[in-house]
């Protein structure tokens, strides 16, 4: 925090040590819990997700640029999933090297082949920032946008309340009124919601599709919750579930368990091992040929890809989606930082050369999700240098590492020890939109995750216990 009332703060360890104790209680009683890796699908023991101390300065003007800008794009996912042919031309390079993208775009062909049954959409995504200073002025560059399994709405739709009492107790009340209020939650789930009664089957169940050990279930229990209030059902089923008890009828209705399936809400099958046996790989098809709303579908998943955001940065590109809307490009253009090709050719020979020169100055990052897949400094180097000359170099993007400015914070995660560190934050709004056809009845930004780790890790997800969910202190 900017003033010296905070730095005060921050070194007197007693009070540190007492407000970190505070902290972890009023997560508890918030609900801001994770299991307990060796018991991920048992809430009988649980913990308290990792979490800051403190909450994190970030200017107005930044977060309303990220509120702002959000819902552009949406509509730009939701256009990328409409075009088959830019998907096509686009992730050409890509699939014919990396098999998992080449898995899922052959699920899209299949889609495409059969016809698009159903002409309801639903996005619930996350663009995640970094921001650094440029011209003078700090602006949002772009990590990348998460169109599938988006994460963190549940949780941090509570996290305020943590920072805004741990404020108070600190007798920073003037700061704890600062402290942005969060509700993504509430936003997925009316999305989801709109989806559902479009649909139009009272009888119907939302799917959440989930992975075998279920760690995080109590964030997604939060939008489960916000649906039974709704009066509306779900269920929560593995690839495994879909692939034994799961059928399609002559309508192309999908059927789980007997159940119908009005909306596939996807939190699992965004990594390669998701698929362990191609019955599962069978049940993502069914589900994506079904009448089901998908959430993503297949074209919106391959729109999410880190090959389509650095197309997306080369000029001209925009233009496509936001024909005379000069001012929505720029304003989606100015949160890019440089993304390069490593595609075949002059272009990708240059940016390789780049990499190889200044690997300190980039990321390099494979057609993956779900972090710690990416590569920095010297190892830039040794995987370049053994794929440089062929096309398995075309399975990675070029990206400029954004130099985010730190800020010193405490991280709170179960087991650790309490140390200040200096900090460095990512911030992400959550997207929602549901389309009927071609018009979009919804289209909003409901909330944001910030995240906040020590900045000698490369790598940031809470997950994994490298970052803390944190809360946006406006300045
Ligand atoms: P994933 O799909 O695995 O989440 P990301 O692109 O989000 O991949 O990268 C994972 C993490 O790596 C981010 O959360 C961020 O901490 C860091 N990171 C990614 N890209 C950059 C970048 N261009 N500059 C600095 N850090 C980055
Ligand atoms: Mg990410």
């Known amino acids: ?16 040590d007492e407000l970190a104790e505070v902290a972890k209680d009023s997560a508890f009683t918030h609900g801001i819990l994770m299991r307990l890796g ?67 775009f052959e699920i899209h062909r299949q889609v495409l082949k059969k016809g698009r049954l159903q002409s309801i959409g639903l996005g619930l995504n996350r663009s995640d920032y970094m921001w650094e200073q440029e011209n003078g002025h700090a602006s949002l560059k772009q990590i990348e946008i998460n169109t599938f399994a988006a994460s963190f709405g549940g949780l941090a739709s509570r996290t305020p309340n943590v920072h805004r009492h741990i404020l108070q107790v600190a007798g920073q009340l003037e700061d704890s009124q600062r402290i942005i209020d969060n509700k993504p939650a509430l936003g997925q789930a009316k999305a989801v919601a709109k989806a559902w009664e479009l649909y139009g089957s009272k009888g119907a169940v939302v799917m959440f599709v989930v992975a075998d050990k279920q760690f995080n279930i109590l964030d997604q229990r939060v939008i489960e919750n916000e649906l039974w209030k709704g009066n509306i059902a779900t269920i929560r089923k593995r690839f495994e579930d879909v692939s034994e008890s799961g059928c399609l009828d002559g309508d192309k209705r999908l059927f789980v368990d007997h159940q119908e399936v009005a909306v596939v809400y996807f939190r699992h099958g965004e990594m390669p091992h998701h698929y362990k046996s191609e019955k599962a790989w069978d049940a993502r098809l069914m589900m994506e040929c079904s009448l089901a709303v998908k959430c993503p579908d297949i074209s919106t998943h391959l729109a999410g890809t880190k090959k389509v955001q650095q197309v997306l940065s080369q000029p001209g590109v925009l233009e496509r989606f936001f024909p005379d809307q000069p001012q929505v490009v720029e304003q989606v253009r100015a949160t890019f930082t440089g993304l390069y090709s490593l595609d075949m050719g002059a ?84 997207g929602t939109y549901v389309r009927h056809g071609k018009v979009m009845l919804i289209n909003d930004c409901v909330g944001y995750l910030m995240r906040t780790k020590s900045s000698g890790n490369s790598e940031g997800s809470v997950d994994s216990g490298m970052a803390g969910l944190d809360s946006v202190l406006l300045f």
Not at 1 to 16: K, P, W
Not at 75 to 92: C, G, H, R, Y
Not at 95 to 103: E, G, K, P, Q
């Open 1 to 16: 925090m900017a003033d010296g009332v905070q730095n005060e703060l921050l070194m007197s360890t007693t009070l540190i």
């Open 38 to 104: 060796k018991s991920p699908n048992s809430s009988e023991e649980v913990t308290y997700a990792p979490i800051t101390l403190f909450p994190t300065p970030v200017p107005r003007a930044l977060f309303l640029q990220g509120i702002a800008v959000q819902t552009h794009y949406n509509t730009l996912m939701n256009k990328i999933s409409q075009d088959p042919d830019f998907l096509e031309e686009v992730l050409a390079s890509t699939i014919s090297v990396d098999d998992f993208t080449a898995r899922l």
């Open 347 to 430: 272009e990708g020979d240059k940016a390789v050369a780049m990499a190889l020169a200044t690997p300190d100055r980039f990321v390099l990052k494979p057609e993956r999700e779900g972090g710690g897949n990416n590569i920095y400094g010297q190892e830039i180097c040794e995987v370049l240098g053994k794929v440089k000359n062929s096309a398995a170099r075309m399975a990675y993007i070029l990206m400029d590492k954004i130099q985010p400015e730190s800020t010193p914070n405490y991280l709170l995660r179960m087991g650790k020890p309490l140390k200040m560190s200096n900090c460095v934050s990512e911030l992400g709004f959550f």
